[in-house]
Protein backbone atom coordinates (compact mmCIF):
# COMPACT_ATOMS: atom_id res chain seq x y z
CA UNK A 1 0.00 0.00 0.00
CA UNK A 2 1.20 3.80 -0.91
CA UNK A 3 1.55 6.04 1.53
CA UNK A 4 -1.20 8.51 -0.38
CA UNK A 5 -3.51 5.79 -0.32
CA UNK A 6 -2.70 4.52 3.78
CA UNK A 7 -3.02 8.56 4.45
CA UNK A 8 -6.71 8.32 3.02
CA UNK A 9 -7.86 5.59 5.12
CA UNK A 10 -6.22 6.41 7.83
CA UNK A 11 -8.05 9.88 7.38
CA UNK A 12 -11.53 8.27 6.46
CA UNK A 13 -10.47 5.44 9.28
CA UNK A 14 -10.13 8.63 11.68
CA UNK A 15 -12.99 11.17 10.34
CA UNK A 16 -15.28 7.48 10.63
CA UNK A 17 -14.66 6.44 14.31
CA UNK A 18 -15.28 10.17 15.39
CA UNK A 19 -18.55 9.90 13.80
CA UNK A 20 -19.29 6.70 15.71
CA UNK A 21 -18.42 7.50 19.02
CA UNK A 22 -19.91 10.93 19.25
CA UNK A 23 -22.92 9.30 17.92
CA UNK A 24 -22.69 6.51 21.15
CA UNK A 25 -22.10 9.12 23.49
CA UNK A 26 -24.80 12.02 22.36
CA UNK A 27 -27.75 8.66 21.64
CA UNK A 28 -26.77 7.48 25.71
CA UNK A 29 -27.14 11.05 26.85
CA UNK A 30 -30.28 11.04 25.35
CA UNK A 31 -31.93 8.36 27.33
CA UNK A 32 -30.58 9.95 30.25
CA UNK A 33 -34.05 10.41 32.00
CA UNK A 34 -35.45 7.49 29.99
CA UNK A 35 -35.74 4.89 33.06
CA UNK A 36 -36.70 4.90 36.42
CA UNK A 37 -34.40 5.18 38.88
CA UNK A 38 -33.84 1.12 40.20
CA UNK A 39 -33.22 0.59 43.96
CA UNK A 40 -29.45 1.11 44.43
CA UNK A 41 -29.74 4.28 42.09
CA UNK A 42 -32.14 5.26 44.83
CA UNK A 43 -30.04 3.93 47.40
CA UNK A 44 -27.30 6.43 46.00
CA UNK A 45 -29.95 9.27 45.79
CA UNK A 46 -30.54 8.58 49.98
CA UNK A 47 -26.83 8.61 50.89
CA UNK A 48 -25.45 11.59 48.70
CA UNK A 49 -28.39 13.86 48.60
CA UNK A 50 -31.12 12.83 51.73
CA UNK A 51 -28.31 12.52 54.54
CA UNK A 52 -25.83 15.04 55.87
CA UNK A 53 -21.86 14.42 55.41
CA UNK A 54 -21.27 13.03 58.69
CA UNK A 55 -24.05 11.02 58.83
CA UNK A 56 -23.52 9.88 55.57
CA UNK A 57 -20.21 8.75 56.53
CA UNK A 58 -21.21 7.30 59.32
CA UNK A 59 -23.68 5.50 56.98
CA UNK A 60 -20.95 4.31 54.70
CA UNK A 61 -19.65 1.90 57.76
CA UNK A 62 -22.24 -0.61 57.11
CA UNK A 63 -22.61 0.26 53.61
CA UNK A 64 -20.62 -2.59 51.00
CA UNK A 65 -18.39 0.15 48.91
CA UNK A 66 -16.05 2.54 50.52
CA UNK A 67 -17.04 6.56 50.28
CA UNK A 68 -15.37 8.71 47.72
CA UNK A 69 -18.12 8.32 45.13
CA UNK A 70 -20.64 9.48 47.17
CA UNK A 71 -18.27 12.64 48.83
CA UNK A 72 -18.37 12.86 45.18
CA UNK A 73 -21.87 13.41 44.68
CA UNK A 74 -22.34 14.85 47.83
CA UNK A 75 -20.04 18.17 46.19
CA UNK A 76 -21.54 17.71 43.01
CA UNK A 77 -25.36 18.27 44.40
CA UNK A 78 -24.19 21.56 45.92
CA UNK A 79 -23.61 22.88 42.57
CA UNK A 80 -26.56 20.84 41.01
CA UNK A 81 -29.92 20.05 42.24
CA UNK A 82 -30.66 16.48 43.34
CA UNK A 83 -32.66 14.64 40.54
CA UNK A 84 -33.01 11.68 38.01
CA UNK A 85 -31.02 13.65 35.41
CA UNK A 86 -27.97 15.31 37.55
CA UNK A 87 -27.41 12.15 38.97
CA UNK A 88 -27.06 10.31 35.68
CA UNK A 89 -25.04 13.30 34.21
CA UNK A 90 -22.76 12.79 37.28
CA UNK A 91 -21.72 9.19 35.62
CA UNK A 92 -22.25 10.47 32.09
CA UNK A 93 -19.19 13.06 32.54
CA UNK A 94 -16.91 10.67 33.48
CA UNK A 95 -17.76 8.40 31.22
CA UNK A 96 -16.87 10.92 28.53
CA UNK A 97 -13.79 11.98 30.21
CA UNK A 98 -12.57 7.98 30.63
CA UNK A 99 -13.28 7.20 27.15
CA UNK A 100 -10.98 10.19 26.02
CA UNK A 101 -8.03 8.93 28.28
CA UNK A 102 -8.52 5.16 27.01
CA UNK A 103 -8.12 6.90 23.60
CA UNK A 104 -4.89 8.59 24.63
CA UNK A 105 -3.86 5.71 26.21
CA UNK A 106 -4.20 3.58 23.57
CA UNK A 107 -2.13 5.57 21.36
CA UNK A 108 0.35 5.86 23.44
CA UNK A 109 0.22 2.31 23.29
CA UNK A 110 0.14 1.99 20.05
CA UNK A 111 3.94 4.23 19.30
CA UNK A 112 5.27 1.92 21.78
CA UNK A 113 4.84 -0.54 18.91
CA UNK A 114 4.59 1.44 15.65
CA UNK A 115 3.88 5.25 14.54
CA UNK A 116 1.97 4.02 11.89
CA UNK A 117 -0.79 1.70 13.57
CA UNK A 118 -0.68 3.96 16.11
CA UNK A 119 -3.95 6.20 15.27
CA UNK A 120 -5.46 2.93 13.88
CA UNK A 121 -5.55 1.23 17.32
CA UNK A 122 -6.50 4.59 19.48
CA UNK A 123 -9.92 4.67 16.88
CA UNK A 124 -10.39 1.39 17.97
CA UNK A 125 -9.56 1.69 21.71
CA UNK A 126 -12.01 4.69 21.14
CA UNK A 127 -14.56 2.47 20.13
CA UNK A 128 -14.23 0.16 23.03
CA UNK A 129 -14.31 2.69 25.37
CA UNK A 130 -17.26 4.65 24.12
CA UNK A 131 -19.31 1.81 22.47
CA UNK A 132 -19.32 -1.22 24.13
CA UNK A 133 -22.40 -2.20 26.06
CA UNK A 134 -20.59 -2.29 29.30
CA UNK A 135 -19.36 1.10 28.95
CA UNK A 136 -22.74 2.52 27.51
CA UNK A 137 -24.16 0.75 30.62
CA UNK A 138 -23.01 2.18 33.44
CA UNK A 139 -22.26 5.75 31.75
CA UNK A 140 -25.52 6.91 32.39
CA UNK A 141 -26.50 4.80 35.99
CA UNK A 142 -26.30 6.54 39.41
CA UNK A 143 -23.46 4.29 40.71
CA UNK A 144 -19.71 4.67 40.76
CA UNK A 145 -18.45 2.68 38.04
CA UNK A 146 -17.84 5.49 35.43
CA UNK A 147 -16.08 7.24 38.21
CA UNK A 148 -13.71 4.54 39.07
CA UNK A 149 -13.35 3.68 35.06
CA UNK A 150 -11.93 6.79 34.75
CA UNK A 151 -9.78 7.11 37.64
CA UNK A 152 -7.90 3.84 36.84
CA UNK A 153 -7.39 4.80 33.23
CA UNK A 154 -5.81 7.98 34.28
CA UNK A 155 -3.82 6.15 36.70
CA UNK A 156 -2.47 3.65 34.18
CA UNK A 157 -1.68 6.49 31.96
CA UNK A 158 0.29 8.26 34.67
CA UNK A 159 2.04 4.54 35.15
CA UNK A 160 2.50 4.00 31.74
CA UNK A 161 3.97 7.75 30.69
CA UNK A 162 6.65 7.83 33.86
CA UNK A 163 7.42 4.05 32.80
CA UNK A 164 8.11 4.57 29.56
CA UNK A 165 8.05 8.51 28.80
CA UNK A 166 10.72 10.12 27.44
CA UNK A 167 10.19 13.27 30.18
CA UNK A 168 12.34 15.49 32.16
CA UNK A 169 12.86 13.87 35.68
CA UNK A 170 10.18 17.01 37.16
CA UNK A 171 7.72 15.80 34.80
CA UNK A 172 8.44 12.35 35.69
CA UNK A 173 7.88 12.74 38.98
CA UNK A 174 4.28 14.45 38.26
CA UNK A 175 3.45 10.92 36.53
CA UNK A 176 4.50 9.22 39.59
CA UNK A 177 2.39 10.65 42.03
CA UNK A 178 -0.46 10.91 39.91
CA UNK A 179 -0.18 7.26 39.43
CA UNK A 180 -0.64 6.76 43.01
CA UNK A 181 -3.18 9.58 43.42
CA UNK A 182 -5.65 8.36 40.90
CA UNK A 183 -5.16 4.74 41.62
CA UNK A 184 -5.84 5.57 45.10
CA UNK A 185 -8.80 7.18 44.71
CA UNK A 186 -9.84 4.18 42.37
CA UNK A 187 -9.66 2.15 45.09
CA UNK A 188 -11.59 4.50 47.11
CA UNK A 189 -14.74 4.66 44.76
CA UNK A 190 -14.74 0.77 44.49
CA UNK A 191 -12.69 -2.68 46.29
CA UNK A 192 -12.60 -4.34 42.99
CA UNK A 193 -10.22 -0.90 42.00
CA UNK A 194 -8.52 -1.80 45.36
CA UNK A 195 -8.31 -5.55 44.16
CA UNK A 196 -7.39 -4.10 40.48
CA UNK A 197 -4.38 -2.33 42.11
CA UNK A 198 -3.04 -4.97 44.55
CA UNK A 199 -2.84 -7.00 41.17
CA UNK A 200 -0.73 -4.03 40.03
CA UNK A 201 1.64 -4.37 42.82
CA UNK A 202 1.58 -7.76 42.66
CA UNK A 203 3.25 -8.24 39.35
CA UNK A 204 5.47 -5.43 39.59
CA UNK A 205 6.81 -6.81 42.85
CA UNK A 206 6.92 -9.98 40.90
CA UNK A 207 9.05 -8.16 38.12
CA UNK A 208 11.43 -6.64 40.39
CA UNK A 209 12.63 -9.99 42.07
CA UNK A 210 12.40 -11.95 38.40
CA UNK A 211 14.10 -9.62 36.77
CA UNK A 212 16.98 -8.21 39.46
CA UNK A 213 20.02 -8.33 36.57
CA UNK A 214 17.95 -4.98 35.02
CA UNK A 215 17.63 -1.89 36.11
CA UNK A 216 14.22 -1.60 38.45
CA UNK A 217 14.31 1.52 39.78
CA UNK A 218 11.80 3.30 37.76
CA UNK A 219 9.37 -0.05 38.74
CA UNK A 220 10.40 -0.08 42.38
CA UNK A 221 9.31 3.70 42.84
CA UNK A 222 5.37 2.58 40.66
CA UNK A 223 5.17 -0.08 43.02
CA UNK A 224 5.87 2.12 45.76
CA UNK A 225 3.91 3.86 44.63
CA UNK A 226 1.00 1.51 44.19
CA UNK A 227 1.41 0.45 47.63
CA UNK A 228 0.68 4.19 49.29
CA UNK A 229 -2.42 3.95 46.76
CA UNK A 230 -3.74 0.73 48.38
CA UNK A 231 -3.89 2.64 52.19
CA UNK A 232 -6.62 4.74 52.34
CA UNK A 233 -9.22 1.86 50.78
CA UNK A 234 -7.49 -0.65 53.07
CA UNK A 235 -7.70 1.42 55.84
CA UNK A 236 -11.52 2.17 55.37
CA UNK A 237 -11.89 -1.09 55.17
CA UNK A 238 -10.40 -2.24 58.36
CA UNK A 239 -12.46 0.19 60.16
CA UNK A 240 -15.33 -1.50 58.62
CA UNK A 241 -14.11 -5.28 58.88
CA UNK A 242 -16.84 -6.33 60.64
CA UNK A 243 -19.51 -5.30 58.12
CA UNK A 244 -17.34 -6.21 55.49
CA UNK A 245 -16.34 -9.84 56.42
CA UNK A 246 -20.04 -10.58 57.77
CA UNK A 247 -20.73 -10.61 54.20
CA UNK A 248 -24.47 -9.45 54.93
CA UNK A 249 -23.89 -6.45 51.21
CA UNK A 250 -22.99 -9.25 48.88
CA UNK A 251 -24.81 -11.80 50.02
CA UNK A 252 -26.85 -12.46 46.97
CA UNK A 253 -23.55 -13.35 45.40
CA UNK A 254 -22.91 -16.93 44.26
CA UNK A 255 -19.80 -18.73 43.70
CA UNK A 256 -18.04 -18.68 40.50
CA UNK A 257 -19.25 -20.72 37.41
CA UNK A 258 -19.60 -20.96 33.88
CA UNK A 259 -22.78 -18.75 33.92
CA UNK A 260 -20.40 -15.89 35.95
CA UNK A 261 -17.87 -16.28 33.07
CA UNK A 262 -20.78 -16.23 30.15
CA UNK A 263 -22.55 -13.66 32.19
CA UNK A 264 -18.80 -10.86 32.19
CA UNK A 265 -18.61 -11.21 28.39
CA UNK A 266 -21.80 -10.40 28.07
CA UNK A 267 -21.68 -7.56 30.10
CA UNK A 268 -18.80 -6.38 27.33
CA UNK A 269 -19.70 -7.66 24.31
CA UNK A 270 -23.18 -8.22 24.88
CA UNK A 271 -25.43 -11.31 24.32
CA UNK A 272 -24.72 -14.89 22.83
CA UNK A 273 -20.88 -13.97 23.78
CA UNK A 274 -19.75 -17.29 22.85
CA UNK A 275 -21.12 -17.75 19.36
CA UNK A 276 -19.69 -13.70 18.69
CA UNK A 277 -16.06 -14.53 19.70
CA UNK A 278 -16.28 -17.65 17.83
CA UNK A 279 -17.52 -16.00 14.53
CA UNK A 280 -15.03 -13.22 14.97
CA UNK A 281 -12.14 -15.93 15.45
CA UNK A 282 -13.46 -18.08 12.62
CA UNK A 283 -13.73 -14.83 9.95
CA UNK A 284 -9.95 -13.75 10.72
CA UNK A 285 -8.99 -17.45 10.01
CA UNK A 286 -10.35 -17.75 6.63
CA UNK A 287 -8.90 -13.82 6.11
CA UNK A 288 -5.61 -15.46 6.82
CA UNK A 289 -5.94 -18.63 4.83
CA UNK A 290 -7.28 -16.67 2.14
CA UNK A 291 -3.96 -14.86 2.62
CA UNK A 292 -5.89 -11.50 2.72
CA UNK A 293 -4.49 -10.34 6.06
CA UNK A 294 -1.65 -11.17 8.20
CA UNK A 295 -0.70 -10.70 11.35
CA UNK A 296 2.25 -8.75 12.38
CA UNK A 297 3.55 -10.45 15.33
CA UNK A 298 5.41 -8.95 18.22
CA UNK A 299 6.84 -10.53 21.47
CA UNK A 300 4.56 -9.77 24.34
CA UNK A 301 7.54 -9.01 26.41
CA UNK A 302 10.81 -7.48 25.98
CA UNK A 303 13.74 -7.04 28.26
CA UNK A 304 15.29 -3.79 27.02
CA UNK A 305 11.83 -2.36 27.24
CA UNK A 306 8.34 -2.30 28.41
CA UNK A 307 6.28 -4.00 26.57
CA UNK A 308 2.68 -3.15 25.51
CA UNK A 309 1.41 -6.22 27.77
CA UNK A 310 2.87 -4.29 30.94
CA UNK A 311 1.91 -1.05 30.37
CA UNK A 312 -0.99 -1.95 29.53
CA UNK A 313 -1.45 -3.60 32.83
CA UNK A 314 -2.36 -6.86 32.03
CA UNK A 315 -0.68 -8.60 34.42
CA UNK A 316 -2.29 -6.94 37.39
CA UNK A 317 -5.56 -7.75 35.86
CA UNK A 318 -4.92 -11.82 35.43
CA UNK A 319 -3.78 -11.27 38.95
CA UNK A 320 -6.88 -10.23 39.94
CA UNK A 321 -9.35 -11.87 37.85
CA UNK A 322 -7.04 -15.30 39.48
CA UNK A 323 -7.42 -14.13 43.11
CA UNK A 324 -10.93 -12.94 43.01
CA UNK A 325 -11.80 -15.91 41.24
CA UNK A 326 -10.27 -18.44 43.98
CA UNK A 327 -11.08 -16.69 46.91
CA UNK A 328 -14.91 -16.42 45.64
CA UNK A 329 -14.93 -20.27 46.02
CA UNK A 330 -14.71 -19.61 49.69
CA UNK A 331 -16.46 -16.31 50.13
CA UNK A 332 -18.35 -15.16 46.89
CA UNK A 333 -17.23 -11.47 45.72
CA UNK A 334 -17.06 -12.14 42.54
CA UNK A 335 -20.08 -10.55 40.27
CA UNK A 336 -19.95 -9.44 36.64
CA UNK A 337 -20.81 -6.24 36.55
CA UNK A 338 -17.95 -5.34 39.19
CA UNK A 339 -15.09 -6.59 36.30
CA UNK A 340 -15.86 -3.09 34.12
CA UNK A 341 -13.18 -2.17 36.61
CA UNK A 342 -10.82 -4.07 33.88
CA UNK A 343 -12.22 -2.10 30.90
CA UNK A 344 -9.06 0.32 30.93
CA UNK A 345 -7.07 -2.92 30.51
CA UNK A 346 -9.12 -4.57 27.77
CA UNK A 347 -10.02 -1.44 25.62
CA UNK A 348 -6.38 -0.43 24.86
CA UNK A 349 -4.59 -3.66 24.91
CA UNK A 350 -7.52 -5.42 22.67
CA UNK A 351 -7.03 -2.00 20.15
CA UNK A 352 -3.57 -2.66 19.92
CA UNK A 353 -3.63 -6.61 19.44
CA UNK A 354 -6.19 -5.86 16.43
CA UNK A 355 -4.41 -3.19 15.06
CA UNK A 356 -1.69 -5.71 14.56
CA UNK A 357 -4.05 -7.05 11.65
CA UNK A 358 -2.63 -6.14 8.17
CA UNK A 359 -4.60 -5.78 5.02
CA UNK A 360 -2.70 -7.46 1.74
CA UNK A 361 -5.05 -5.27 -0.35
CA UNK A 362 -8.26 -3.23 -0.73
CA UNK A 363 -10.36 -5.94 -0.64
CA UNK A 364 -8.70 -7.51 2.78
CA UNK A 365 -9.03 -3.47 4.08
CA UNK A 366 -12.22 -3.21 2.84
CA UNK A 367 -13.55 -7.10 4.56
CA UNK A 368 -11.56 -5.91 7.98
CA UNK A 369 -13.32 -2.94 8.19
CA UNK A 370 -16.93 -3.98 7.36
CA UNK A 371 -16.28 -7.02 9.91
CA UNK A 372 -15.53 -3.93 12.41
CA UNK A 373 -18.47 -2.01 11.09
CA UNK A 374 -20.60 -5.16 11.83
CA UNK A 375 -18.90 -5.68 15.54
CA UNK A 376 -19.73 -2.37 16.50
CA UNK A 377 -23.75 -1.99 15.12
CA UNK A 378 -23.97 -5.64 16.71
CA UNK A 379 -22.73 -4.11 19.85
CA UNK A 380 -24.89 -0.71 19.43
CA UNK A 381 -28.21 -2.83 19.15
CA UNK A 382 -27.90 -4.99 22.20
CA UNK A 383 -26.73 -2.05 23.88
CA UNK A 384 -29.74 0.57 22.98
CA UNK A 385 -32.02 -2.26 22.60
CA UNK A 386 -32.34 -2.65 26.17
CA UNK A 387 -33.07 0.94 26.48
CA UNK A 388 -35.95 0.48 23.33
CA UNK A 389 -37.51 -2.54 25.05
CA UNK A 390 -37.35 -0.58 28.13
CA UNK A 391 -38.97 2.48 26.71
CA UNK A 392 -42.03 0.55 25.39
CA UNK A 393 -42.61 -0.52 29.07
CA UNK A 394 -42.76 3.12 30.39
CA UNK A 395 -39.33 3.58 32.43
CA UNK A 396 -39.02 0.25 33.62
CA UNK A 397 -35.62 -1.05 35.15
CA UNK A 398 -34.24 -4.32 35.90
CA UNK A 399 -37.75 -5.39 36.02
CA UNK A 400 -38.63 -2.44 38.51
CA UNK A 401 -40.49 1.53 37.84
CA UNK A 402 -40.71 3.13 41.05
CA UNK A 403 -41.32 6.16 39.43
CA UNK A 404 -44.28 4.51 38.14
CA UNK A 405 -45.36 3.46 41.55
CA UNK A 406 -44.67 7.23 43.27
CA UNK A 407 -46.77 8.65 40.05
CA UNK A 408 -50.08 6.31 40.11
CA UNK A 409 -49.88 6.49 43.97
CA UNK A 410 -49.45 10.38 44.23
CA UNK A 411 -53.05 11.46 45.23
CA UNK A 412 -53.82 8.31 47.19
CA UNK A 413 -53.80 8.45 50.95
CA UNK A 414 -52.83 4.96 53.28
CA UNK A 415 -50.16 3.77 51.22
CA UNK A 416 -48.94 0.23 52.00
CA UNK A 417 -45.95 -1.53 50.22
CA UNK A 418 -44.50 -4.72 49.97
CA UNK A 419 -41.20 -3.33 48.87
CA UNK A 420 -38.31 -1.30 51.25
CA UNK A 421 -39.48 1.82 52.65
CA UNK A 422 -36.66 3.38 52.27
CA UNK A 423 -36.42 2.93 48.41
CA UNK A 424 -40.13 3.82 48.74
CA UNK A 425 -39.95 6.69 50.01
CA UNK A 426 -37.14 7.85 48.19
CA UNK A 427 -38.61 7.26 45.03
CA UNK A 428 -41.38 9.93 46.06
CA UNK A 429 -38.66 12.17 47.25
CA UNK A 430 -37.57 11.86 43.41
CA UNK A 431 -40.48 12.35 41.94
CA UNK A 432 -41.22 15.32 43.84
CA UNK A 433 -37.27 16.38 42.38
CA UNK A 434 -38.30 15.33 38.52
CA UNK A 435 -41.84 17.61 38.93
CA UNK A 436 -43.45 14.34 38.26
CA UNK A 437 -45.87 14.95 40.87
CA UNK A 438 -48.31 17.99 41.69
CA UNK A 439 -48.60 16.70 44.70
CA UNK A 440 -46.03 17.78 47.27
CA UNK A 441 -46.85 16.38 50.07
CA UNK A 442 -46.88 12.97 49.69
CA UNK A 443 -48.64 10.48 51.95
CA UNK A 444 -45.76 8.51 53.90
CA UNK A 445 -45.77 4.65 52.60
CA UNK A 446 -46.03 1.91 55.07
CA UNK A 447 -44.84 -1.78 54.84
CA UNK A 448 -47.33 -4.54 54.23
CA UNK A 449 -46.53 -8.09 54.39
CA UNK A 450 -48.54 -11.47 55.18
CA UNK A 451 -46.47 -11.37 58.63
CA UNK A 452 -47.68 -7.98 59.11
CA UNK A 453 -47.28 -7.21 63.20
CA UNK A 454 -50.74 -5.47 63.18
CA UNK A 455 -54.11 -6.84 63.29
CA UNK A 456 -56.14 -6.15 60.18
CA UNK A 457 -58.57 -4.01 62.26
CA UNK A 458 -55.73 -1.88 62.60
CA UNK A 459 -55.14 -1.19 59.19
CA UNK A 460 -57.70 2.00 57.56
CA UNK A 461 -60.67 0.48 56.01
CA UNK A 462 -59.83 2.03 52.65
CA UNK A 463 -56.10 1.57 51.62
CA UNK A 464 -54.04 1.24 48.70
CA UNK A 465 -51.07 -1.75 48.38
CA UNK A 466 -48.60 -0.96 45.92
CA UNK A 467 -45.70 -3.16 44.81
CA UNK A 468 -43.09 -2.85 41.68
CA UNK A 469 -40.34 -5.53 40.97
CA UNK A 470 -40.94 -9.41 40.08
CA UNK A 471 -40.47 -11.49 43.42
CA UNK A 472 -41.80 -7.96 45.42
CA UNK A 473 -45.20 -8.58 43.06
CA UNK A 474 -44.96 -11.87 43.94
CA UNK A 475 -45.16 -10.70 47.44
CA UNK A 476 -48.08 -8.61 46.69
CA UNK A 477 -50.54 -11.14 45.45
CA UNK A 478 -50.00 -13.24 48.74
CA UNK A 479 -50.77 -10.03 50.58
CA UNK A 480 -53.77 -9.84 48.56
CA UNK A 481 -54.72 -13.23 49.10
CA UNK A 482 -54.29 -12.60 52.72
CA UNK A 483 -56.33 -9.06 52.75
CA UNK A 484 -59.27 -11.03 50.89
CA UNK A 485 -59.65 -13.66 53.83
CA UNK A 486 -59.54 -10.51 56.24
CA UNK A 487 -62.89 -8.87 54.72
CA UNK A 488 -61.15 -6.28 52.22
CA UNK A 489 -61.78 -6.50 49.04
CA UNK A 490 -58.87 -5.20 46.79
CA UNK A 491 -59.20 -4.21 43.02
CA UNK A 492 -56.16 -3.80 40.82
CA UNK A 493 -55.43 -0.52 39.22
CA UNK A 494 -55.24 -0.55 35.69
CA UNK A 495 -51.94 1.63 33.84
CA UNK A 496 -50.15 1.32 31.28
CA UNK A 497 -46.61 0.93 33.60
CA UNK A 498 -44.74 -2.42 33.48
CA UNK A 499 -43.86 -4.68 36.54
CA UNK A 500 -45.99 -2.21 38.91
CA UNK A 501 -48.83 -3.38 40.41
CA UNK A 502 -51.24 -1.38 42.58
CA UNK A 503 -54.59 -2.60 44.49
CA UNK A 504 -57.37 -0.40 45.88
CA UNK A 505 -58.61 -2.16 48.95
CA UNK A 506 -62.04 -1.70 50.80
CA UNK A 507 -63.13 -2.79 54.20
Given at each position: ?N ?8 K?F??T????V????L ?8 R ?12 S??LN????L???RTD ?10 K ?20 Y?I?G ?11 R???N??A???ACLG???A????I??R?S ?7 L??M?ITA ?5 Q ?12 Q?F?A?T?I ?8 H?Y ?18 K??L?Q??RV???IS????C ?7 L ?6 S ?13 G????TL ?14 L ?5 L?Q ?8 K????N ?7 DL??V?GG ?27 I????S?V??S??EPK?T??W?A???L ?7 AW??T?S??R?Q????G????TN?R ?5 TAN???R?T?N ?11 A ?5 V??Q????W???S ?5 S????P ?12 M ?7 R ?7 E???R???Y?Y ?7 R
Open positions: MAKAFRQRHLIITAALGASAHILSLIDASLWADELSTIYKAVAPHMNYLAHPPLYYLYLCWFIFFEPSTTTLRLASWIPLGILITIQTLQLGNESRKWIAALIFSSPALFIEGKGYSMVLGLLCRNYLAGNNKFQYKFLGSFLGCAALTYGLFLILGFLIADSTWIFAKNNTPYVAEAAALPAAIWAINVSHLSGRGIGWIGRPDYLFESASFIGPFPIPKIAIIISLYLRKKLISFNKPLASRKYSTTAGPLFMVFAITAISFLHPVAYSRYFVVLLPIAPFALVRINIALLLSLTSIWIVNDFIFNALESSNKTYAMSILDINFVRLGHARTSDLVKMDNLENTLEPDFIVNHSNTKLLNTMVVAATGKSEKALKHVIWLSAKEFCKKTHEAVEINDCL
